[in-house]
Structure formats: C-alpha cells, structure tokens
T-cell receptor, first 114, second 113 residues
Framework: KAGVTQTPRYLIKTRGQQVTLSCSPI?????VSWYQQTPGQGLQFLFE???????NKGNFPGRFSGRQFSNSRSEMNVSTLELGDSALYLC?????????????FGSGTRLTVV | KQEVTQIPAALSVPEGENLVLNCSFT??????LQWFRQDPGKGLTSLLL?????REQTSGRLNASLDKSSGRSTLYIAASQPGDSATYLC????????????FGKGTKLTVNP
C-alpha cells in the first residue's frame, strides 16, 4: 500500500513569505501529526489532526498553522517565514489519535528560508 | 514533562562489531518507548516498540530493552553492517492525554567496512 506522501520534497523561500506543505496519509489513517526537525532542536511536535480537528498543539508561534480535510489529507502553513524556520518538516499518519504508537512517517519536506 | 536524551551523539564502529545505543528519559511513568531509524534526507522508520509491561523486544539483529525504574532504554545491534549506518532515535509519549511523541536528538551511527 502507498506510504505517507509529502509534497513538495524541497522548497526554497525568502524571509517574510509564506509556505504551505502537504501531507497525504496512508489510506484509512485518520490522524496526521506534524514535526519539525532541525540540527539544534531535533524533532519537535507541531500539531496533530484527527477528523478535521486539531487535537493537540506543540509550543510553536501562531505563524504555524494547519488543517485537515475530509479525506484526511493535511496541510501546514507557515506565514512570515524566518531564517530559523529552515528545517525538515515531517508528517506522520496513524489510524487513531492519542495512541502514541503506530505512526508511519513520510520522507519530509526540506524547507530552506533565505 | 517528558525529556529524552541520547548519548553519544555519534558513533563509528568497524563492521561486525556488536554495539549498544543508549536512551534515557525523565518520566518513569512512560508507557511505551520506540526506536526509529532515519536515513539521510529521509523520514523515520519504526524499528521496535516496547510496551511498559515488557522488558525487551527483538527483531532480527536488533534488541531493545526498557528499564522504567532507571529511566533507560538500550538498543543492541549485533554483528553490525555498513547498511546499519543511519541515525537512530528513541521516542516516548508525553503524559496527560496528549500522547505526542518526544524524541531524543539521535545517535548517528557509522559502520565502516
């Protein structure tokens, strides 16, 4: 079966711009989580969506937002990009939320802010 | 608040060596711990999941143990191969109903032929 698909794979943006990343979960998976990975901070939780509702949110500024559609696909948006937003953004899907297990990760979107 | 630490940050070994990667966590009420592998520029692949009721899990040449009382988990890799070269991350869920994963920063393993 198809895995978790993240698009685009690579992205270069300028400071101040905004960006939208997409994540298509495994068929049947209803929960999508987003993580930011940087060399300094490692993997940090951004938010989790289940049934089109944000169920959990990490400690990131309001410039980071997301949504989930009825087909479980999710998008995350970062507005007013800063240099420090350069990172690998990973999404993970699972059947349910609040399980802590059963995640399948995508290959990520590498965002570079210049 | 769960915090996860992995030491060392990097490890280089010759092919064939047995090795141990370490992971420590602060909340002993952890109810599972997972080990993941990440290849350069790729996502995470789940390797092993240890539930709190278990002491260890095995998959092929990999064996992971969990000691909640000491707040430690280890990943043992037997007879290492160059294909094992990757970054290994451990992660545990937070408490309080969120169950989001808290990751260590990983150990970058290089197995030299």
């Amino acid at each position: 079966k198809a895995g978790v698909t993240q698009t685009p794979r690579y992205l270069i943006k300028t400071r101040g711009q905004q960006v939208t990343l997409s994540c298509s979960p495994i068929s049947g998976h209803r929960s999508v989580s987003w993580y930011q990975q940087t060399p300094g901070q490692g993997l940090q939780f951004l938010f989790e969506y289940f049934s089109e509702t944000q169920r959990n949110k990490g400690n990131f500024p309001g410039r980071f937002s997301g949504r989930q559609f009825s087909n479980s696909r999710s998008e995350m948006n970062v507005s007013t990009l800063e240099l420090g937003d350069s990172a690998l953004y990973l999404c993970a899907s699972s059947l349910e939320w609040r399980t802590g297990v059963g995640y399948t990760f995508g290959s990520g979107t590498r965002l570079t802010v210049v | 608040k769960q915090e996860v630490t992995q030491i060392p940050a990097a490890l280089s070994v010759p092919e064939g060596e047995n090795l141990v990667l370490n992971c420590s966590f602060t909340d002993s009420a952890i109810y599972n711990l997972q080990w993941f592998r990440q290849d350069p520029g790729k996502g995470l692949t789940s390797l092993l999941l240890i539930q709190s009721s278990q002491r260890e899990q095995t998959s092929g040449r990999l064996n992971a143990s969990l000691d909640k009382s000491s707040g430690r988990s280890t990943l043992y890799i037997a007879a290492s191969q160059p294909g094992d070269s990757a970054t290994y991350l451990c992660a545990g869920p937070t408490q309080g109903g969120s169950e989001k994963l808290v990751f260590g920063k990983g150990t970058k393993l290089t197995v030299n032929p």
